[in-house]
């Protein structure tokens, strides 16, 4: 998505929301429209954006695995325990809120497994790499 189509989603969203109105958005536009939110660390928002999304979209993984990250964001940790393994949980960003969650509930233990099983897969990257260390 270009630089350009951004900030017109993030437009389009806040007149949707001003007006009151509904329009359309595929789910990967909502993530952007949540992610131009977070980089303000505006979670709140971003959680917002997440929750109308699944409304549009409510079987939408990648949603909801946003949803658990945004509710842990906002420290709501119990809720964003129930999201998380409510839905099937084997994407990098679902393990990666798993584990944050077992260091959370002091298990430390399951959180290294967690962590150790995504740095030996195939989805080993420099980023993946700085998201563990910033846990």
Same mark, same amino acid.
């Given at each position: 998505?270009?630089?350009?189509?951004?900030?017109?989603?993030?437009?389009?969203?806040?007149?949707?929301?001003?007006?009151?109105?509904?329009?359309?958005?595929?789910?990967?536009?909502?993530?952007?429209?949540?992610?131009?939110?977070?980089?303000?660390?505006?979670? &709140?928002?971003?959680? %917002?954006?997440?929750?109308?999304? +699944? $409304?549009?979209?409510?079987? /939408?993984?990648?949603?909801?695995?946003?949803?658990?990250?945004?509710?842990?964001?906002?420290?709501?940790?119990?809720?964003?325990?129930?999201?998380?393994?409510?839905?099937?949980?084997?994407?990098?960003?679902?393990?990666?809120?798993?584990?944050?969650?077992?260091?959370? &509930?002091?298990?430390? %233990?399951?959180?290294?497994?967690? +962590? $150790?099983?995504?740095?030996? /897969?195939?989805?080993?990257?420099?980023?993946?790499?700085?998201?563990?260390?910033?846990?």
């Amino acid at each position: 998505m270009s630089e350009d189509k951004r900030p017109e989603l993030l437009i389009r969203y806040e007149q949707m929301v001003k007006d009151h109105a509904n329009y359309y958005f595929d789910a990967d536009d909502l993530e952007e429209i949540a992610y131009q939110y977070e980089i303000r660390d505006l979670y &709140q928002k971003a959680l %917002e954006v997440i929750e109308r999304g +699944l $409304s549009m979209h409510p079987g /939408s993984m990648s949603l909801g695995i946003k949803r658990a990250k945004y509710l842990l964001c906002l420290d709501c940790v119990e809720e964003a325990e129930k999201q998380i393994y409510s839905i099937p949980h084997d994407s990098v960003d679902a393990v990666l809120i798993c584990a944050e969650l077992s260091f959370i &509930q002091a298990n430390g %233990e399951q959180a290294i497994s967690l +962590l $150790s099983s995504l740095l030996s /897969s195939d989805e080993m990257s420099v980023d993946l790499c700085f998201d563990i260390i910033d846990m």
